[in-house]
């Protein structure tokens, strides 16, 4: 079984639902049978995220998260990073920190491992997390002293894949959240999820403004579909706005979950949501992608 929870579902300012990264938890068997995944892999950690996993643990259902009252970040064994926006990396040298110094988990600390496209995590630790993560007592640290490092490789078709458990695979691939000069030149990147076993997929867009023909065949395929949006239509638009996926087929939308809303995503105004879409992602609850 392959699940996925929101830590929080809010947009980079979200106040009321914290910031959008997930928690993925991938299970041989299922929750029923074993309380605790088998592996565990976070979408993001963004600057709220340290708070909602500290309240997504004391929920019965994923108390292995916790130790003591505190989160027990050593659960987590793998991190993918979409793009670099602190609502998404914010809270990762928090979980550095305390693997390494603050809850060891023996006497050699924790090191999960950390996934992206080779470009981001070079970026990621020379403009993102140097300054805090590298003066370590007696030794200026790189990211590898805290991570086991994946970087996925570009191929010909688009960039090299990675699984869980051997059965669920994880398929990245650009999306056009902020252009600098072009489409897609500033790195950022959204998920297709695929059950080996079955051939389900999960398409989950990450940052992107609205680019539907570029991804269509993957929303078509996919059993169920997460996307980002946005309530107001900017000038410079980084997210797609509602209005945009409203323009998408009726039977795409009908199981398209949207994520990453503002704050005034409950106003009256925002009420067909539930008629035309899948709805709003909820916080902390799981979604069964694959049974």
């Not at 879409?277 to 049974?291: C, D, E, I, N, P």
Request: aromatic share 14%; with cysteine; proline share 5%.
């Amino acid at each position: 079984m392959l699940t996925l929870t929101f830590l929080g579902v809010g947009s980079a300012f979200a106040k009321r639902n914290y910031q959008s990264n997930a928690l993925i938890e991938a299970w041989r068997t299922s929750p029923d049978e074993q309380p605790e995944p088998d592996d565990t892999l976070l979408i993001d950690f963004g600057c709220t995220g340290p708070v909602a996993l500290h309240a997504l643990h004391q929920k019965p259902d994923f108390a292995y998260l916790g130790s003591g009252g505190v989160t027990n970040y050593a659960k987590i064994r793998r991190l993918f990073v979409t793009h670099q926006h602190a609502d998404h990396i914010g809270g990762i040298e928090e979980l550095a920190f305390n693997n390494t110094f603050v809850h060891p988990d023996s006497d050699r600390p924790f090191k999960p491992q950390i996934i992206s496209s080779i470009n981001i995590l070079i970026n990621l630790w020379d403009t993102s997390l140097k300054g805090g993560m590298s003066p370590m007592p007696g030794k200026y640290a790189l990211l590898q002293d805290y991570f086991f490092i994946l970087a996925l490789r570009p191929t010909g078709g688009g960039f090299e894949s990675f699984n869980m458990l051997k059965r669920y695979e994880f398929e990245i691939f650009p999306t056009d959240h902020i252009q600098i000069e072009r489409k897609y030149d500033w790195p950022s990147y959204g998920l297709t999820i695929r059950d080996t076993q079955t051939g389900e997929s999960v398409f989950y867009s990450g940052d992107s403004r609205f680019d539907f023909d570029a991804y269509r065949e993957r929303m078509t395929a996919a059993r169920m579909c997460f996307h980002d949006v946005q309530f107001v239509d900017h000038e410079s638009n980084v997210h797609a706005t509602i209005g945009e996926l409203r323009t998408m087929p009726d039977d795409i939308k009908k199981k398209t979950t949207l994520y990453h809303y503002p704050d005034d995503w409950d106003a009256p105004e925002h009420a067909f949501v539930s008629d035309e879409f899948a709805g709003f992602a909820a916080a902390q609850k799981r979604y069964v992608l694959f049974a």
